[in-house]
């Protein structure tokens, strides 16, 4: 508890747009002790720390979110650079566990890996050519370990084995963001042919399926898992904004989006950020290159929070700071 606890601290006082890299990297020091889920708290213990740490994490936060970038916040990287640089934290984290526990993470990211990398190897070969056909699929797929983390989470709360709301928030959130990205992918026409979406359903079912199972058996693994897939998603719309922007910003906006990310609610919008203080990401959507540059950087924060969560009790809904820092304030 002590180490987590120090590695927090020095996250949130760091006065610079990579705050949230540093924040991410730090806390993965914390140990995690490989358990089956029917003997311990999926959801893990929150940290207790001062509310006063609070109010000096959102000041910063908010001094610095605006100049913040995509770039700078989030480097798109293939999965085939995992191994390499540590981007899923293998040989960054290696020391840190015991040496049954360091070749058990190292085993199922490789597993990981393994099976995004063949996904990835069929889409490439189906939709080389079909990028809003290819985009449907990765869409329809891409919300289902959402739905699969949250049916597991609720199973444990009918076993009376947590009480804790933060993880089916941010994941609830989670998925109505991954749906409002195949709403605009089904308006651009991506689902026009019987074979895209007969495809990307199949997969999906099996998907939830073998996620449940991967959840029930390790979080952290399908948290992982879940990481490779979003990774695989921003560095495919990254590709795309960048061969086809010019032609993107001749094009309107499909009404779906400018609904989703100018509208007057955007509770939710903010709740699957976790990395973010909540209002400080307010996107301009004035053409079709907006909406994928906008859905390219919710790609993004879903990798941030998939790597959080990884580190046991580390996942809080970014709603419930900002509320331990009003309460200080009133007190």
Known sequence: MAVSLSSTVCSTTVPSASSFKARTCRIQSCSFNYQSPFSFNPLYSRRLLPRKLFRVQAKVLQEDEEKVTVADSFQA???????????????????????????IIKLEQSVNILLTDSVIKILD??????????????????????FAFISVLHLYES??????????????AES???????????????????????????????????????????????????ECVENHAYATYDKFIKAQGEELKKLPAPEVAVKYYTGGD??????????????????KI?????????????????CKTMKACQTPGNLRSPHSYQEDTDTFEDK
């Open 125 to 146: 070969a189906l939709y080389h050519d079909r990028n809003y056909a290819r985009f449907f699929v990765l869409e329809t797929i891409a919300r289902v370990p959402y």
């Open 266 to 283: 955007l509770y939710l919008f903010d709740e699957f950020q976790t990395a973010r203080v909540p209002n400080t990401r307010r996107p």
């Open 176 to 226: 109505w963001n991954e749906m409002h990205h195949l709403l605009i992918m089904e308006e651009l026409g991506g689902n026009a042919w019987w074979f895209d979406r007969f495809l990307a359903q199949h997969i999906a079912v099996f998907y939830y399926f073998m996620t449940v199972f991967m959840y029930a058996l390790s979080p952290r693994m399908a948290y992982h898992f879940s």
């Open 77 to 103: 990287k293939t999965i085939q650079d995992v191994d390499v640089q540590g981007i899923h934290g293998v040989s960054s984290e290696s020391s840190s566990y015991s040496g049954l526990e360091s070749w």
């Open 159 to 172: 076993f009376g084995w947590w009480r804790k709301a933060d993880y089916l928030k941010v994941h609830f």
């Open 286 to 302: 004035d053409n079709l290159y907006d909406v994928f540059l906008n859905i390219r950087d919710d790609e993004g924060e879903h």
